[in-house]
């Protein structure tokens, strides 16, 4: 929940609070408003929202109104990704070159140089865009502080990573290692599972590292040259919203009555990363979306639209703080509101 702020409300003036439900039209309405204005990907100066990116957020609204007004609107959202496909219909072919230094060559623009499966990404410089965040955080973060040299040179980087993030066994274990494309994890001298959750030393350490991040770039992957060799800041953007993804929502659609070819999109995407067709069910496409878009920001959102997140249907490590997990409220399905809002918004409850 929150507040509604328009042209007629006057400078300094508390608006209303507003429900999800009240909000959602209103969010939608503006949106649509915004897509007529925005150019096509192919007319999109690089690192600019293009109609297709605005279309993609606009059908992550769609995906998830049921949770947000408890009315689903599984046709719109399927419309919506479907006027993506239109313009954009072609995966890139190589999975991990979506994640690497030289990504921005299928960010959806004018400049792309190839398939613009990225259709909206948060654009990396590691000399004009610094930061801490980001893609930075994700790949020199994830790594841990005592990798190897020949490691060092396989990831592009000079130094030894902060020993961050690691993975949750959940991740890896539901990638088959035969997925070369997508199971991109350190498992050398670590532990799948986070008995010892403190434990951040190779070898030996709890939970695998990821590698999905790199700072090399497509024409030389493995930096067998040696050539890349960064300090800190990472090149790779960040994938806000991927075409792979809007084949799975298509998929989703399919699942609950649209006809809308889910089947044939959903299989196109295990295709690219060489795995088997497998049949469109509930438990297969979230593990599908698990599988294609870790470390992308969608699990959250996805488990709770499947309702997953709160209860004890679906157990992962640490959930509720013990290691083999346990139910947690359903209060969790919403964040707390920040305490320096409590006394305008109110609190959501359980909190």
């Known amino acids: 929940k929150g507040p509604w702020v328009t042209e007629e409300h006057s400078i300094g003036t508390t608006p209303e609070t507003m429900t999800r439900a009240e909000m ?15 150019k096509p990907a192919s007319q ?13 957020l606009l059908a992550k609204l769609y995906l998830n109104a049921e949770v947000y007004t408890g009315t689903a609107m599984w046709q719109q959202c399927a419309t919506a990704c479907q006027e993506i496909v239109k313009t954009i219909p072609d995966l890139a072919p190589t999975y991990r070159y979506l994640f690497c230094g030289s990504n921005d060559k299928y960010v959806a623009s004018q400049s792309a140089g190839g398939p613009m499966e990225i259709l909206w990404g948060i654009p990396q410089d590691n000399s004009n865009t610094q930061t801490y965040g980001g893609t930075t955080y994700l790949g020199l973060g994830a790594y841990n502080e005592n990798i190897d040299k020949n490691l060092q040179q396989r ?5 030894t990573g902060w020993g961050g993030p690691r993975v949750r066994p959940e991740v890896p274990n539901v990638i088959s290692a035969r997925d ?16 010892n959750i403190g434990d951040w030393e190779m070898p030996g350490g709890s939970g695998y590292m990821s590698m999905k991040f790199t700072y090399t770039n497509e024409n030389d992957y493995y930096n067998t040259s040696g ?15 991927r075409l792979a993804d809007t084949f799975l929502m298509l998929a989703e659609c399919q699942l609950h009555g649209v ?68 139910s947690i409220a359903a209060t969790r399905n919403l964040y707390a509101i920040p305490t320096q809002y409590v006394n305008t918004l109110g609190q959501n409850e359980g909190y």
């Not at 209103?26 to 915004?34: N, Y």
């Not at 997508?182 to 799948?192: K, M, P």
């Not at 438990?283 to 488990?303: A, C, K, P």
């Open 227 to 241: 050539a890349i060799k960064m300090n800190t800041f990472n090149n790779a953007d960040f994938p806000l919203f």
């Open 44 to 56: 999109t100066i690089y690192g600019r929202v293009s109609r297709e990116g605005a279309l993609m």
């Open 155 to 159: 990831l592009g980087i000079e130094g």
């Open 259 to 326: 006809s809308c070819d889910g089947q044939a999109y959903f299989d196109k995407v295990r295709d690219r990363a060489g795995m088997e067709s497998l049949p469109l069910n509930e438990q297969n496409l979230l593990d599908e979306r698990m599988r294609e878009l870790y470390w992308e920001g969608h699990r959250r959102s996805d488990l709770i639209r499947f309702g997953k997140f709160t209860g004890g249907s679906y157990l992962w490590s640490w959930k509720g703080g013990i290691e083999s997990g346990q």
């Open 180 to 195: 070369e494309e997508r199971y991109l994890f350190w498992t050398e001298g670590l532990s799948n599972d986070l008995s």
């Open 24 to 38: 959602f039209p209103l969010v939608v309405a503006d949106l649509e408003d915004a897509i007529k204005g925005l």
